[in-house]
């Protein structure tokens, strides 16, 4: 006790996650500081080991089980944020995997590259475990700020520069809406804590200022998982950043957005279902038809993925508009898809960085002919593009599957109808997934050059496990349902 106050209380154990990447953190900036610049290449290696490392105590905080709670309430750790930690760091490895040659063979710095796309990483493991208003803000913003450097990676390059502005503008838009919403939310119920807010917003007369408080924050959020009609900044931003950083954007920037709209959602509205379900299911199905109807159109892979990367987040947001009924079905579905979608998303950012080695290109020209001259590249994006389209065995038709049986369950004509339209366009993707994978098999080579591809060692592995990890999903999804089996999150934020 220092001068009549009483130190909080911290489990080293429960931190430990954050404590080692921070620490790989601090290493990274010791290197770049004090090494020549020929020793700057092993940054991405101590990035890798940093995060492989803050893997083990992730493994045995599960083992241990029970939930432990910090700082009043403000900090849990339990299974749905180490399910969320695991993903991000796995994920965040694969993207190292894929930045390695793009980045040393590039006209960039490594090291702040790594250093920036650590930060973001402990950026998202904070936010799976925050459970008040603040803690959660300062998460989006540790794991925004470093993303919109990265977007303009390519200082010299018109379209990264263009990527970086837009992204920037339209988050600092965003997080201005958000924090207003949030805001409005702390001066009529006077807490930060989301299971304070949700008791005071559980009466029957809600003031409209609370209304425009939960719309504003819905809307912020928005913006961070390129939801129609916020989606604007996804495909430019997607198209000009450097393609390792569009592959982390598109999978653990969206991933932690909907960690962040989840823990708010549930924890602080999870008796307004009459104002929230109705803006998910209008969200939900703008998102899924404009992303999809957009994408047909494309002839760039690499937008192409922006705007399927939307249509996804349609899918993810449907549960949502069911969650009053279905309640943690709901949260586990989302858990489930965004497992599975990093999988196969990871991967078809890999093939096409490996293919653009030769091509320097991501037109879907340029992939004319791949079989004949890079076999497995082809036959992998094939099966990552069937995979997000929902086709078995591969693990997108189980990520799908639960979204289906999710809204079925909720037994009402929003669930149904929204059934009905996830439906219909996995059809619609289909359309274009099956383009690309046509013209790979069936296309001539537009050159006629049938030299191979020269894919490095780190390329070949993110291949490798995304590739592995998409099949065995498929084949076995009981595993990645025996993961989110108690990632109850209602539970969760309803801590003592």
Known sequence: MLLGFEAPSIDF???APEIVVTATLAVLILVDAFTPKQAKSAQSSIAGLGLLLALVPVVTLAVDGGTRVMFEGAFVVDTFSLVLTGLFLVSGYVVILLSQTYIAEGDYWEGEYYQLLLASILGMMVMASARDLITVFIALELLSIPAYMLAAWRKRDLRSDEAGIKYYLMGVFASAVLLYGMSLLYGLTGTTMLSEIATKLAGEDVPSAAVLAIVFIVVGFGFKVSAVPFHTWAPDTYEGAPTPVTAFLAVASKAAGFVALMIVVFGAFPFRVDIVEPLFWALAVATMFVGNLIALRQTNVVRMLAYSGIAQAGYMLAPLAVAGTVGDAAVQSILIYLMIYATMNLGAFAVVIAASRKTRSGE????????RYAPGLAVAMAM???????IPPLGGWFAKFGIFKTLVEADSAAGYSLAIIVGVNSVIALFYYARVA???IMDDVPDGDLSPVQVPVSLRAAISITLV????FGILPQLVAGLTDNATLLSAVAVP
């Open 13 to 15: 154990h429960a931190l």
């Open 364 to 371: 879907l020209t340029s992939f004319a002919g791949l079989v």
């Open 384 to 390: 990552f593009l069937f995979s997000l389209a929902g």
């Open 438 to 440: 046509k013209t790979m």
């Open 469 to 472: 990890l998409t099949v065995v």
